[in-house]
């Protein structure tokens, strides 16, 4: 007999962990309540367009491959990979930004923007592109456990940049703004504040300079389908409308799980669905972080997003557009510190189509539109519509067109979405940021300890927020599973 392993969600981290744990022998059945697999990276359809509902950014393609490799395949046996060239825009008042596909070409862009700006941005990089190899290999494959973990020769020599932020690091060595939000821009993808993030996850510039921003074709959800199949192939059971509402526990074990109303025996129970919410599922004695312990977290923003088919093909865009024309500290502050609906706010435009003829019918423009605000906002048709209007405007603007007339249709997401579809606390997209106080053995732990055989995986827990890190909280979610729990 083997060990059953119940998996709740089936997100990147749930479909991670699944492929491990089948591999190494365990019967595992994934349970997701929605139509289709995938979590947050779903996939919308409409008019001949295709949309990726959440994530829409690659970058570290070399965590993807690491994980197909771990079981002997590579992303190309599942999907085409392109690295986009330029990797995308940045949209100032006055002015564009284009981050080349290599190091080379974005050195001359930082010389056009400020003259001599090219060496300090190279020993910037070599010292991200250490920080990465440490996090990537070292760092993030810890499960979290113990204090302990952090301390290595290569982290103990680097202690400095544990409290030091991101911001001072980059305003210490550059000092045109716009060079400045350039820089600071990856670390959003932690969800916090440039100026709340310790330096040493200045790693990220290098995953964006050093590695580049790729695109599978036909988009992101080519990835969960690749898992997907790779799930079944090991012996994974998938099952979705499968809508979790108890995790019952005996004797202080977990024994089973209530799913449609059904009781289903597991000797394992993990959940890659929404931490909080996967508490929930549990007696209140068996929770192991209060509300008030969820309410004290800095969690990354949530987002008002827009699905936007266009008549014609657009002009003066990329795949991937950021438009910072107004002030980054600003809406960061209405974000973080006075949460509220940003009066000026940065948005991200994202058009797939652009180089991916498969994402929308010839001759026209699919668009996703993604707006950071804060979780728990206030969201209403109109407010939605306000935000549109607002952004819609400035769009026209800076990419000089006219678009407006040219929608097609389009389709809305956020803060009560992200509850419904997702039982996402507070309705964030992203989870808990990647503070210095929220980082490693300081997240929500991957075992349970008030129940045995419970188990969390996922944007929560460790490493943190993200499309790699959930693939990475899965491996380390398998690993416990499997040294804890011997097969029968």
Not at 158 to 165: A, E, G, I, N, S
Not at 192 to 214: E, H, I, V
Not at 241 to 252: A, F, K, Q
């Amino acid at each position: 007999m083997k060990n059953k392993i119940a998996i709740i969600g089936s997100g990147f981290s749930a479909l991670s962990a699944a492929c491990y744990l089948a591999k190494d022998g365990f019967n595992v059945s994934v349970f997701e309540k929605n139509d289709t697999v995938g979590g947050r990276c779903r996939q919308f359809k409409k008019d001949g367009f295709t949309f990726d509902m959440g994530p829409s950014w690659y970058w570290m393609p070399d965590i993807f491959d690491k994980f197909f490799n771990d079981f002997d395949k590579k992303t190309s046996d599942f999907y085409q990979l392109d690295k986009l060239s330029p990797a995308y825009k940045i949209f100032f008042n006055d002015e564009v930004i284009t981050i080349g596909d290599t190091m080379e070409k974005i050195c001359e862009e930082f010389e056009r923007i400020e003259k001599g700006s090219s060496i300090p941005l190279k020993k910037f990089i070599n010292k991200a592109a250490d920080n990465y190899n440490i996090a990537i290999n070292k760092i993030v494959l810890k499960p979290g456990v113990s204090p302990l973990e952090l301390v290595t020769k290569d982290t103990v020599t680097r202690l400095d940049q544990f409290f030091k932020t991101i911001s001072s690091d980059v305003r210490r060595q550059f000092k045109n703004p716009k060079l400045i939000s350039t820089l600071e821009f990856p670390v959003l993808f932690l969800g916090a504040k440039p100026s709340n993030t310790p330096s040493f996850y200045s790693f990220m510039n290098y995953a964006d300079f050093g590695l580049g921003t790729w695109h599978p074709k036909g988009g992101m959800y080519q990835i969960i389908l690749a898992m997907r199949q790779l799930a079944e192939e090991l012996g994974v059971t998938i099952n979705v409308n499968s809508n979790v509402t108890n995790i019952n526990v005996e004797n202080g074990t977990s024994t089973s799980i209530t799913v449609n109303g059904k009781t289903l025996k597991f000797d394992v129970v993990l959940s890659g669905a929404d931490y909080h919410h996967s508490e929930t599922l549990l007696d209140r004695k068996y929770r192991q972080y209060s509300e008030k312990y969820w309410n004290n977290k800095t969690f990354a923003p949530s987002s008002l997003l827009f699905y936007v088919g266009f008549d014609k093909k657009l002009k003066n865009v990329n795949h991937h557009n950021l438009f910072f024309d107004t002030n980054f500290e600003t809406h960061a502050e209405d974000i973080y510190d006075n949460p509220k609906w940003p009066k000026e706010p940065l948005f991200y435009a994202n058009f797939p189509s652009v180089t991916d003829n498969s994402m929308a019918p010839n001759g026209k423009e699919n668009g996703f539109f993604l707006i950071p605000i804060a979780p728990n906002l206030e969201d209403t048709p109109q407010l939605r519509e306000q935000y549109f209007d607002i952004i819609m405007s400035r769009f026209e603007k800076l990419t000089q067109q006219d678009v407006k007339n040219s929608i097609i249709f389009k389709e809305s997401f956020c803060v009560k979405d992200f509850i419904e579809a997702y039982n996402s606390y507070k309705g964030n997209a992203y989870g808990m940021a990647n503070t210095l106080t929220q980082t490693a053995f300081l997240r929500p732990n991957l075992k349970s300890k008030k129940v045995n055989n419970l188990y969390f995986t996922g944007q929560l827990t460790v490493p943190g927020p993200g499309v790699p890190p959930a693939l990475i909280s899965g491996k380390l979610v398998a690993e416990l599973i499997q040294k804890h729990h011997q097969k029968l």
